[in-house]
């Protein structure tokens, strides 16, 4: 059965890091692309970055040199490092696969098929 559990929050302080995991199951990291997401409460649920097929990358602007995706194709994860953390960095995080390879339009809700049950990221000052 496919199946995508997050894993690695917590509270951490502004400025500090935390590694977020997406287990994957009943696929692998070849076949489909991986979107993460975050909704903070009172807010939509926002994309912020892809990693694709071939392990390219994609990042919203919020993001971008703060935050890194990386993948274990043998452990089928995919990672999210994030650094320099802010108070609008809190949210739920939530994995999940698209219906194609590609990153393309990967702010999109819609194009997810499969989504985590979310982790949550607190960011104290």
């Known amino acids: 059965q496919v199946q995508l559990v997050e894993s690695g929050g917590g509270a951490v302080q502004f400025g500090g890091s935390l590694r977020l995991s997406c287990a994957v199951s009943g696929f692998t990291l070849d076949d489909y692309a991986i979107g993460w997401f975050r909704q903070a409460p009172g807010k939509e649920r926002e994309g912020i970055s892809c990693i694709d097929t071939s392990a390219l990358q994609y990042y919203t602007e919020s993001v971008k040199g703060r935050f890194t995706l990386s993948r274990d194709t043998a452990k089928i994860t995919v990672y999210l490092q994030m650094n320099t953390l802010k108070s609008e960095d809190t949210a739920v995080y939530y994995c999940?696969?698209?219906?194609?390879?590609?990153?393309?339009?990967?702010?999109?809700?819609?194009?997810?098929?499969?989504w985590g049950q979310g982790t949550q990221v607190t960011v104290s000052s």
């Open positions: 999940a696969r698209r219906r194609t390879s590609s990153c393309l339009n990967y702010r999109s809700v819609s194009t997810y098929t499969y």
